[in-house]
């Protein structure tokens, strides 16, 4: 049996989204010092992930009684989509930018009124 998770359940796994997406835009702009040859891959394993975070945003943070899964055919959608932009662009930023679901801004959005705690 699977459980529901409390309010400060979701609370909690929202910060940690909003940490970690924080964490990619940051950690996207280093991609372009890798060798050229593996650039593609790490950009399109952050975007799979990142794609994970949509999931859990769009089943209300709940992580516990829901498994966020990819399909096969929006694995297929991303890596097609990254492959056509990195074609374009061969720029980590503007691909990750253009294909992922991290937000631009702050991460997950607003939430301080809500009492969400916000990372640093």
């Known amino acids: 049996r699977r459980e529901e998770p409390s309010e400060g359940f979701r609370r ?7 940490r970690a997406e924080q964490r990619y835009r940051k950690g996207v702009a280093g991609i372009e010092y890798l060798a050229d040859g593996g650039q593609f891959a790490v950009v399109l394993a952050a975007v799979l992930y ?5 999931l859990i945003r769009n089943q209300d943070f709940d992580v516990l009684s829901t498994r966020p899964e990819l399909s096969r055919s929006r694995k297929l959608w991303l890596v097609a989509r990254t492959w056509w932009n990195w074609r374009r662009f061969r720029d980590p930023v503007t691909v990750f930018r253009r294909v992922s679901a ?13 009492g969400i705690p916000q990372p640093k």
């Not at 990142?50 to 949509?54: F, Q, S």
Request: aromatic share 4%; proline share 4%.
């Open 102 to 114: 991290v937000p631009a801004g702050t991460g997950v959005g607003g939430g301080a009124e809500h």
């Open 12 to 18: 909690a796994v929202q910060f940690e989204l909003r």
């Open 50 to 54: 990142a794609e994970h975070h949509r």
